[in-house]
Every structure is written in C-alpha cells, then in structure tokens.
C-alpha cells in the first residue's frame, strides 16, 4: 500500500512531499525511509504499516520523545487519511491512497452546507451523524458568532431519519422559520442557527471529495519559468530565462570545463579584481567591506539587476505590506550600512529624537533597549531609515562607480587562474554581452524564486487568474483597495511573519470597511512550540514566537561556534532544531489575532488542501480535509487568497547557481545548497591563485544558520575579506585596532574609506 | 552582542584590566586620602574579576534556557547587582575577620564607575576596535 506523507522542512520551510510503499520506518538516521533529522528525533523512532484490515497503523518504537497523532500523545494507533503525525519538530500530514480514502469515509455520512447570511461565506462539511454543532472549540461543526451557544445542537439518527434536537441554545434553533426543540430534518428543509443557514443532505459518492487524491511526486516548490517571469516582471524579465546559449551567449567556450581567454577574442571584455555578482545587499556589504580594508574602487565591479543595492530588497518589503514607516524585523546592530554595528540603529533613532526635541520618545527607546526582549518587545528600525542609511553609505563609498546594471549568465574558471563571467548589460541604450575576468568573485543573487503552494500555482495555471490568487511578496495592493469599498473574505495561507504582515493590513483596513473576515488556512495545529535543549518557544493562537528568525545566538553566541563545528549532517540536524515558521512577538500583532478571534472576524482552520476551484460569484474555494476523528472535508469559500508561505531558497531555482554547480560539479551542503569552507568560500571552484566565495541565503547549511539577513551578510563579508588578506589580495589588509578606529571616524564624518 | 563563555572570560580580563586597574587607582588614590584606605578598592576589582570568572559559568547555563540564548542588557545589568552585592558581602566577611570596613556609599561608587564603563565599552567602542568581537561571542583571542 502506498501512503503520502507531508511536512514543512524546519531548516527551510520547503515542504517536503514523499509517496512511500508500507511498510516504513521513520528516525533521525538515513537507514530510515524517511530520515527526520533532528535530536528530538530518535534514530528509529517509529513504524507505519499496514494492519491485517488493510489499515495503516503507526507505532512508537521505544523513542526518546514520543510520537502524537493528531496533538495527541499515543504508543500505537490506527491513522486515518489526513491524521497528523507529529514526530519531533516534524508535523506530517499523512494521505492514505486514494481507493483506501473512499472506504473510509464512514457509511451514513451527511454534507452539511452552511451559510452565513450577512456576509455569504459558506462552507461544506461531511460529518456523520451523530454530531454537534455550537461555537465552541471542542464540537464537531463550528459556527462562530455570538448568536450560535456554545453546545448549541445536536444532529442524531434514528431508524432512517435525520433529527435535530436543541441543546438549550441561548437563540433557538428554526426549522423553516418555525422554532423547535427537536425536529426530523431531510433534504429540502432549512435550519436556521443565529445568523447561519444550514442544509444536510446525504453524502453521496460523487461527491466532489471523491476525486481521487493526487499522488504528488514532485517537490512542491517548483515555480516554471513563465510564471515567475510574470511575477518578477517589474525586475527584469531576463532575470528568470535559464542561461541558454542563444546566438552564441554565453560563449560557446563556456562548454569547456575550464575556459581558455584566447578563445574569448571578439566579445567585449574588461577585467577587474573584486567582482561582486548580485548587486543587492550582500554584494553590497562584502563590497563596503572591502573598501574599509583598504581595496581600491577601481579594483572592485559588482554586477546586477537593480540600480540600488537594496532594489529588491525593498521591493519585497514594500509587497508583503512593510511599508517605509514600518519596522523590520531586525536587530538594532544590523546594521549593512555600518561594518561596527555602532551607532545602532536604536542609538541613532534616540539621537535624532533628542536632537529634535522628542525626549519623550527617546527616553521610551533607551527603555527598549534595556528592556528588550523579555520586558518589553525587540527594538526594530524603521525601514525608510534603514534604506535612507544605506543611500549614505553607498554615496560614501563610491557604490555607483563600481556597480554596473546586468545579468549574470554564467561563470567559469580560466585556463590562467582566474574567472570569466558572461553577462548582457540592462542598460536599454546599450544592450550588450559581455564578458569580464576578475581574480576573485563573490556571488550573492539572494532568493531565486517566489514559493507558491502547489494547489494554488495549479490553479493559477488552469485559470490564469492572477488578481484572486496571489503571492504576499507580489503587487497585490488591488485586494485591500477592493475590500475597502465592497469588504469581502480573504484566505490567508502560512503562519510566518509575511501572514502577520498582511493581517496587520487587513486588520487596518477593516477599520475603512468592517465587512471584512479573514480565513486562515494552517496545515497543523500549534499548541506548543518547538524546543531545543532547556528551551522552547512560546505559541498563542497557533503562532509560534521568536523576536528573529533564528535564535539569537546563532548570529555571535554560542550557537554560531557550535554549528561551525559541526559536521555536515549535524548541522542539518541543529538548523531543523532551531529551524521553523515563526513570526515576531510583537504586542500589536498579538492583539489584533486575539481581537480577530474573539470577535469572530478571524477564523483558523486546520487542514491539507486538496485543490482550489472558482466558485459561484467569481469567489474561490479551497477544498480542505481537515483532521477531525471523522475525516471531514470543507470547502472554504473566501474573495481572495493570499500565499504567505514564503521564497525558495532551493539553489536549482536560480539558473545561474545551477549551471554553475553542475558545469563545475561541485559539492552540496547537507540541505542541497553551496557547499562553502567556514570562510565561505566555494573550495571546488578554485583556480590558480583566484577564489570564489558566496553568501546569502544560497549557503544555507553551511556553518552558518542566519545567513539570509543583515548581520549574517556581514558576518559572511568580514569571513571573506580576512580571508582574501591573508591570501594578500591586492590592498586588502586585515582591519582591527586603531585602523579600524580611524576608518569609524572616516564613516562618522561620511568620508571616503 | 551574545557572550559565549569564552567571550565572557576574555572580555571580563581585558576591562577589568583596561578599565578597572585607572579607575581603580583613581579611587584608591581619593579614597586613600579621604578616609586613609588606600588598598581596600584594588581587592574589590580583584575579587569582581575572580569571582566573576565562576558567575561567568553560571550565566552561561543560564542562558542555555533562553530560546535565544542572549544575554539582554537587563541580565547585564541585573548580573552587575548581584555581583555587587556579592562582594559586599564578602568584604563584611573580611571586615569580620578584622579587615578594613568600606561604607556601602564609597563601595557603591567605584564599582558603578566601573560597571557603567564596562557597560558602555561593550557597546561602543570594543565594537570599534575589536570588528570580530560581536560575531565571536566578546571572543578576542
Ligand atoms: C521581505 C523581507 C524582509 C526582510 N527583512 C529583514 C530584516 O529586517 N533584517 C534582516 O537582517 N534581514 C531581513 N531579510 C533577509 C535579508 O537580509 C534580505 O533577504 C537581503 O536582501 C538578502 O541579501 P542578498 O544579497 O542575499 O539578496 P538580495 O538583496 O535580494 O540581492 C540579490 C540580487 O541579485 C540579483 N540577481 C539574482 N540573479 C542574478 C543574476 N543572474 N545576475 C545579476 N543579478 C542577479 C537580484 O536581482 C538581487 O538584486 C528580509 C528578507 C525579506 C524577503
């Protein structure tokens, strides 16, 4: 028998999707058929077979940390399709075949469809009688609004009928029109709950939910190239083109393993140093580094998309609804304008108050920062003040002297030691390719890809509907300017920062128009937060807190020494403990969930989704099987649906990585991506007396887990640099003491470095 | 900056001795001509650096319990009390046994001095100096 199994990978927050034959066993060790690694994980930890009855049984094999099935600890039980199995820091949905699936939708099963009158949200749901309805947590079929009681009813069989019974509820329950204690129900009748209509009718085979269950074999994360090119258009529709030799570019030496300069006559050329791939911001804080120890600009060429080094980067902040007052989430040190992380950003924002006269507000921040994270929450930048600081920055140091607009095609190493790399200029006057040679490069080209759920990028290809169905990281200003004016249900998908994010807005907008209720689709419950050693994190409402994306020490602390001294599999095992989908502790976001919820505006729901399809009205639904003792399914229908799960850091999403990594072979890391020394750098690649080095998130399992953020690129840059002195690259001398004192005097007063 | 022990331990010698040993002599040279005790305040930056090397364990496992294993300034400020305290103490031991007796004003002020320093130094100018030192835990070495 064949089984599907689900997870959201810790490390990554790629989802991970296996079809297996029974039986298996799970475990932390790759012996096992599926290899969870994580020290919460045993190295067997437990067993999923088939039972005599043709049923699929998992059982603990004497783990460590148990196992739960459906956030219920358990020595052995019997799963049905749809269960969560929670092993460790893994939640896996498991999906039993599809011809299994049908059988065990149990005999007598009812669809009950209900809808809530003021705002026309419905919803189908399979139950089997008897069941309950009410507003609480603990019933069968939830309705949540003040009118409907806790227990509200009850819906029972006797001999062939359906019968509804009253359960004391606080408003009745109306069979049509008329209220009564209890009253057999059959197809054509109407019963009413406070403001919800209801109708059972019998579950017959047929019914939508039979369809068979896609086996999925692929990894879901895969965007194709003509979608993204459509997401990422504003960019530079080449970005996304896979690096194909068209009329001859990049050049057909570019076949050979090494590349010999002579056969490069012809195409226009120039030579540097530095070069730096990317131009965002980990070009950019490698390049700021390079100058305070001593590179000259003239050595140093970054090549990119974007003009500004925080082009995209802003780009990002601004469609997953940071606008420029906003804070990040960000340490006040982060700072990629300022390689001593002194001034802070905090030290500079309390600065600019006192000096304007706001003693109030700067007196709140030295608060912050004494208090910060336990007495009051993490002290964040702005992020126009962040951008308007790198502006500064780059000034400074000459940025637009040493950066040129392009597109990186393909790099390769050189017969004479050092590196060619392929590129067309984006300058509309001056299209051009190119080639460059440099002694040492860097490469930096950030996130490859938007991630799109499966189902929601299978429904945007069948339809071709890009306004209903987005992605939180693309334009998508369209859907709060139409909930304003006509109000409406949003879905929202993924429970990490990005989905604060847009609730934050939404909850903002529902003060323009309170006709606004929000559907959140999670794939598991969150009752308690991962942990690690003698820690864990804390949940609320299913979401699950940490001031960054990493625990703090994974930056300077103890973490960062002990995973750079782990080995490979062990760091994969450290990243998927300390790994997870979280989102930041702040007060007002803590508020508006649990005002949401409360108020009813805000409903969490639980469940793998099967598909997504237009409904009536030109609304969508999501067709949902959720995980109650009795397999229901349901339909949510909802205006809108925004994908907040994320962007793919998967290297072979970026044409450039993997062309480079397959033309020169080279090694991967435990979680698939670069494989890079502690000093970051690329060791296969190198050439004579020329290096190659990589930062960003394209190093992710490496030695270094928060490599996508400020503070990381940096610790990434200064890795780079001293290891470029030590291997007396031209001008580049080790920065410490009273020179690099001098050069901080140098950024105070915005001189040159 | 999050300490790891062995930041903790190099940072503690290189202040206590960078910063201590002048203010210290400052004091002791006051406090020797004010009140004609002129050796008590070298045996308090003594004691805060010996001792302080075995808090420095016990605030490393106590960070172990914090998700974020971070040492946040309230932990600085709260470890400083009772540091502070802590050698009070032993100096009454001391003051017991016959030694010379520090009134709690005189105390207050020399290690506060110190402790603000050091507080401020962490956070400005070891930065500068030191560029690593955040990203090694208050590692130098
Ligand atoms: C919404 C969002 C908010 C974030 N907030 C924070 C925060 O508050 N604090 C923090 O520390 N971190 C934050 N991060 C993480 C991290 O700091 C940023 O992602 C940062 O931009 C990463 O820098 P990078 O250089 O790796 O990538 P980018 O800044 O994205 O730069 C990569 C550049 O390479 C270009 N490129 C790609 N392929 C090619 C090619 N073939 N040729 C030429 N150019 C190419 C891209 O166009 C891009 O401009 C955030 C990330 C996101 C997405």
Redesign the pocket.
Known sequence: MNINLTWEDPATGQIEDRTVALPITLGRTSDNAISLISSEVSRQHARLEETGEGQVRVTDLNSTNGILVNQEETQSAVLRSGDLLTVGPFNITVIIDPVFEQEAIPPGAVVVRWEHTPDGRTEDVILRPPFTIGRATEVDLRLVSDEVSRLHARVLREDDTLVIVDEGSSNGTFVNGVQVPRAAVGPDDEIQLGQFRLTITPYEAGFDFSAPVSVRTTSTVHIDIAELRELLAE??ED?ITAPVPVSGFPPPAFEQEVVDPAALAGYPSDETVFLT?????????FVDYLTIYGARTEDIVS????EL?????RR??LN?Q?PLHER????SG?T?DNIWGFPSYAVREMWGDVTSGRFGHALGLVWNMFGEPTLVATY??I?GK?FDSLDREANRIGWSDMHRM????AIRRTTDGRYVVA?STTDPANREKRVIFAQYVHV?????ALRFLPDLQAYREETGDFERVVNA?EEHDHIYEDLAKNGGTVLIRGRG??ASRILQRIYETRARNPNINVLHLMRSRNTQGQRYGLSHRPVEHHWEFQP?NWPKAAWGGDLRVRLERAGDEQRAELLNDWGGTTTADRPDWRRIVDGGVKEGWYLIHFGTVERVEPGANGRLNTVVRGRSAIGEVLTLTADYIIDSTG?VSAIDE???LRDLVEHHRLDRNALGRLKVSNDFELTGMRSGSGRMYA????TLGGPYA?V??????QYAAYRIVDDLARAKAPNVRRLAGLRSLGQWFKWVRGVKP | MTPTLMGRWQTRLLLLTVIGVPVTLFYSIVYGLLLGNWWSVWLFLFGVLIFGLGWDVLYHLLQQTRWDHDWPPFAQWAAAIWEAIFIYLVHLIFVLLGGAFVGPIAFILHYFTIFSLLFAANHSIMRILFPRWRFRGGQIL
């Open positions: 960019e530079d970005e791939i990317g131009g965002g911001l980990g070009s950019f804080v090549i990119g998309f974007d080094p925080y082009g995209r980067y990002l902040c997953s940071i990040l989430r960000s340490d982060s990629p964040t930048p992020s962040v392009g597109k990186v095609r590129y930096a080209v950030g996130y490859p990281y920062i990005v960054f962007l970026s044409p450039l930062s960003g998130v394209a928060a996508d953020s400020f503070l990381g690129l």
